[in-house]
């Protein structure tokens, strides 16, 4: 147990390091904490002979726990209402970004030869934004004050929804493995069965949620909430359904049950440790030689999808009557990847194939690290992005 | 006035007050009850961060913002041009002033400098449209309307400095 404890103190000891500075630098935690799991893991630590944290069962285990709370705050802020209310807007500048970047994904996957789960895998995460970086970006830059925060705000709701969706279809797929077709479908089938259950039950047991709720005591309030969330979460898995999805249709029901402002501000902390540990977990899991074999997807990727995201961004601003100068904004602001990229790599990780176990995580650690640093750059740098796209001003006036 | 609501997905809620010169005053509320205050000049410009408030500073700010303390409805420096060069002015006559204690008549003030007492304010008391007679006390306050220049001389001649 000493043993353990003390592996477990190395962890946090990395996690407050890495945290530190990413604050010093101005950066997103993020990527910090997958490097410092990568540097203290097996593969890097654990080669040169120095004390490393192993990939046990346990962190495994909390980053799990770290993946549910991610996908249930997401869910605690999604509202079906605040869709509905900016719908024309958001349903088509996200529907923009999703038609030009997931298909786009999926077609690198094919180009390279990998198999159509495969390549629907890298779909999802060269499509998915992180909300967590371009948001502390928005608010750093002061962006958030400007009309572009709204269409990039309200593709982020989009690609939440469509991300729930996604994590669906991908776990069936990816669970049911080589079973063919009858699997496939018996899986799906179960996945839409089971969340659909679920989501009826969120629809209708507002009531419910908020009666659980209803306690003054800041630490039965913090059990509850979790007493709910991580047995349906775990439930899900075991019926080989998207734990996470489940986790983002349990956040959904707490949201309008009155709650939501009380959980946020109790239970951000608990999110925040769990998902460090997961972002450190992926960092443990990531061999860097193998970053070797994913080169190549990752160069080709960064290379197409930089561009498509900032395109469709564009266009997405300019669905809300944006100027081309902010127009190009929301493109830019959009292309940092993060968290849920790292929620489909840990998917993939399960999977049956060699591409699957290694090729993608890898690829998903390198991608996640280049994009969340260069979509911070571009955006810190969005005038010289300008003149380049707009050679030297000669798009002339705002239109 | 006009004031742009809109909600921001993740982040709060941001307002946005037309101010008189074009520019908007931009409040972005965070859901965790910071307020960052910004300012944009035009419709394409950037907008620029003035200050941030915690929940609690804002909420003191904003009441002082309110008038909830103090309504300055009356200082002893208070003009207001009644448009071309015409100014209304409030003045406050001093212990030391020569006009203290006559009349208005006596004074001579609209013939010495051209401007003209047309209320005197005494604590509570309002003398309208004051005649000849009226006598001036020191502490009163006179409402004052004339030329720009006119006004200035009489408030040096008043105020006893």
Redesign the interface.
């Known amino acids: 147990m000493a043993a353990e404890l003390l592996e477990f103190g190395y962890l946090f000891v990395v996690l407050a390091l890495t945290g530190a500075v990413a604050l010093k630098l101005g950066l997103s935690v993020i990527p910090l904490y997958v490097v410092g799991g990568v540097v203290v893991g097996p593969y890097v630590a654990g080669r040169f002979g120095l004390p490393y944290v192993a990939n046990g069962e346990v962190v495994a285990l909390l980053a799990e726990v770290g993946i549910v709370l991610l996908l249930f705050f997401l869910g605690l802020?999604?509202s079906l209402d605040?869709l509905r209310a900016?719908q024309s807007n958001i349903g088509r500048a996200g529907a923009i970004d999703l038609v030009v970047n997931l298909p786009l994904g999926v077609a690198i996957g094919l180009a390279l030869g990998w198999t159509l789960v495969e390549a629907f895998l890298l779909g999802g995460i060269v499509y998915i934004s992180s909300?967590a970086i371009v948001?502390k970006t928005?608010?750093d830059l002061?962006w958030?004050?400007?009309p572009e925060?709204?269409p990039i705000?309200?593709t982020?709701?989009f690609e939440d929804l469509a991300i729930a969706v996604y994590l669906a279809v991908v776990t069936s797929l990816v669970l049911g493995g080589e079973g063919g077709l009858v699997v496939i479908g018996r899986s799906l089938a179960i996945a839409f069965g089971f969340l659909g259950v679920l989501l009826v039950a969120v629809q209708y047991g507002t009531g419910l949620f908020t009666r659980v709720l209803d306690v003054e005591n800041e630490e039965a309030f913090v059990l509850r909430t979790l007493a709910v969330v991580i047995p349906i979460a775990g439930a899900a898995l075991a019926l080989g359904v998207s734990e996470a999805v489940a986790a983002f249709f349990v956040g959904m029901g707490f949201s309008t049950s009155g709650h939501r402002?009380t959980i946020?501000r109790r239970l951000t902390s608990v999110r925040d440790v769990f998902a460090a540990i997961f972002f450190f977990w992926i960092g443990l899991g990531t061999d860097p030689t193998l970053l070797a074999a994913a080169a190549v997807p990752l160069v080709v990727a960064v290379v197409l999808t930089t561009p498509a995201k900032v395109f469709s961004g564009y266009l997405g601003g300019r669905v809300y009557d944006l100027?081309t100068?902010r127009s190009l904004r929301v493109g830019v602001g959009l292309v940092p990847r993060g968290e849920f990229s790292l929620v489909i790599a840990a998917l993939a990780a399960s999977g049956s194939t060699q591409v699957m176990r290694e090729v993608i995580p890898a690829f998903a650690v390198g991608y996640v690290l280049v994009m969340s640093a260069l979509g911070t750059v571009l955006m810190q740098r969005s005038d010289l992005v300008e003149r380049l796209v707009f050679r030297g001003g000669s798009a002339g006036p705002?239109t | 006035m006009t004031v742009y609501e809109s909600d921001l997905p993740g982040v709060g809620k941001k307002h946005e007050v037309e101010l008189d010169d074009g520019s908007r005053l931009v409040i972005v509320t965070h859901n965790t009850g910071k307020r960052e205050v910004f300012r944009r000049e035009s419709a394409d410009s950037d907008s620029e961060r003035l200050f941030e408030l915690s929940d609690d500073l804002a909420r003191q700010v904003g009441t002082l913002l309110e008038g909830a303390y103090f309504q300055p409805v009356k200082t002893t420096d208070i003009e207001t041009l009644l448009g071309g060069n015409t100014l209304l002015e409030w003045v406050e006559v001093g212990t030391e002033s020569d006009v203290a204690g006559k009349t208005l008549g006596e004074s001579d003030l609209r013939q010495v400098t051209g401007a003209s007492v047309i209320a005197i304010e005494r604590g509570d008391e309002v003398i309208t449209s004051p005649g000849g007679d009226a006598v001036i006390e020191a502490g009163d306050m006179l409402v004052v309307i004339g030329p720009r220049d006119a006004c200035r001389d009489f408030v040096s001649l008043v105020k006893g400095v």
Do not use: K, P
């Open positions: 802020e999604f605040r900016a909300s948001t928005l608010i002061g958030i004050a400007d925060s709204e705000l309200g982020l709701v402002e946020e100027s100068h705002d």
